[in-house]
């Protein structure tokens, strides 16, 4: 995505781009600040494109200490693991060690990038070029990846899944497209020379192109969004009826309030999707389209009153504030924390005063 090879001072493009860098920044926020894993990891995507229009964004604002600190990172490196990343999250197959395994070696180069502008690294022309190469390897290998989901049909359990496929071919064709000819830049200079000027304008639109659909893909995604103008049976298989919806929540909630599934610190959406007979997929559409809530955010809130359940039992007053988290199914004690605060506002400590219940000498 390095279009910044190709600048050469064209005031019209550079303005097109910089209002694009903005509307994508606001996507960007919109998505990452969202409760929904998926949406989470797609401003994720969004904010790594967004690292190619930062030459845009400061050449109108004013270049300055964060540019430079900025320019010092490479970012193009977690184009295919995010992409790869969102895609199972919409499918409901992601996890945090997948997360970490498919990102480290982004980590690592990205580091790799900032010890050779800070410190002098690696200096040299072989690093641009072994990089590259990298960056090339990967994005043709996240392609088959992320195309092996399409073609597994693992993601014909969502009824919209054309709409995926749409955004996987659009927008990753576009990034076959750049780092392609990136590479010739870098390898062939001569022949990517002869090519100019007439590519650049080519370059600029499909960059213009792949942005703004990346910014109108980005928006609707956004559950309040869609609620404006998809109806809520289009994102289930089958195009589910609303008694059927009605059905799958009041299972839903047996296995939580009757079964006390919620209390088991390894159950995770592919088992809860187990327990109801139906794939991850419909549970996580259900859950954003029907109750506008996350996976994690349902568990966490009967973990909480399984906790405050417990906190009240005279067969659990031998334990302390941890121990009834144990029990109620969090599996650290930051994670409780963290989720009793988010749901009750308050500490766990704070809210065992105000029930009366004296301290044990239990630190949260």
């Known amino acids: 995505m390095r279009l910044l090879f190709m600048m050469n001072g064209n ?180 022949f990517w020379q002869s090519l100019m000027p007439g590519f650049f304008y080519l370059d600029m639109l499909l960059y213009l192109l792949c942005f703004c659909f990346l910014i109108l893909f980005g928006l609707t995604e956004l559950n309040w969004v869609r609620k404006l103008v998809v109806p809520a049976s289009v994102h289930f298989s089958g195009g589910a009826s609303l008694p059927a919806l009605e059905e799958l929540g009041r299972r839903l909630d047996r296995l939580f309030e009757e079964d006390g599934l919620h209390t088991d610190p390894e159950l995770s959406l592919g088992g809860l999707a187990g327990r109801l007979g139906v794939s991850p997929v419909v549970v996580s559409e259900y859950l954003k389209s029907q109750r506008n809530i996350s996976f994690y955010e349902l568990l966490n809130h009967h973990r909480v009153q399984e906790f405050k359940r417990k906190l009240t039992d005279p067969d659990y007053q031998h334990l302390n504030l941890l121990g009834l988290a144990y029990e109620a199914g969090f599996g650290s004690k930051a994670t409780f924390n963290r989720a009793f605060k988010k749901v009750e506002g308050i500490t766990p400590g704070e809210f065992r005063k105000k029930m009366g219940r004296g301290g044990d000498g239990e630190r949260e």
């Open 11 to 190: 005031g019209l493009s550079e303005g097109a781009a910089f209002v694009v860098a903005v509307q994508t920044a606001v996507v960007c926020l919109l998505n990452v600040f969202n409760a929904n894993r998926s949406n989470r990891y797609l401003g994720a995507l969004v904010l790594v494109f967004l690292g190619s229009t930062k030459y845009y964004l400061f050449s109108y604002l004013g270049y300055g200490a964060v540019y430079r600190i900025l320019e010092s990172f490479s970012t193009a490196q977690f184009y295919g693991p995010v992409f790869y990343l969102f895609l199972l999250s919409v499918i409901g197959e992601d996890n945090r060690r997948k997360a970490i395994a498919h990102l480290v070696l982004p980590v690592g180069l990205m580091l790799l990038s900032f010890l050779r502008t800070c410190w002098g690294v690696w200096a040299g022309d072989s690093f641009l070029k072994v990089v590259t190469a990298v960056e090339y390897g990967m994005i043709l290998f996240y392609f088959w990846l992320c195309l092996r989901l399409f073609r597994d049909g693992r993601f014909r359990q969502v009824k919209v899944w054309q709409r995926y496929r749409l955004f996987f071919d659009i927008v990753y064709g576009y990034l076959l497209y750049n780092f392609t000819d990136l590479l010739i830049m870098i390898f062939w200079p001569a």
